[in-house]
């Protein structure tokens, strides 16, 4: 029987993560409507995704 190490465990799920994050942000695009100090209007186009704002 072997046991499995719960932080090996979590690293393996954080590189899955970090690599699906890499693959689904290639080719996005953030544009800056306005930048008024605080206030700020951003969108954001995402290629890969099913939404694309």
């Known amino acids: 029987m072997s046991v499995n190490d719960p932080y ?31 206030y700020r209007h951003l969108t954001f186009s995402f290629p890969k995704a099913s939404w694309s704002w």
């Open 8 to 38: 090996d465990e979590l690293m393996q799920h954080l590189r899955e993560a970090r690599e699906r994050f890499a693959s689904d942000r290639e080719g996005a695009t953030m544009t800056v409507l306005k930048d008024d100090g605080v």
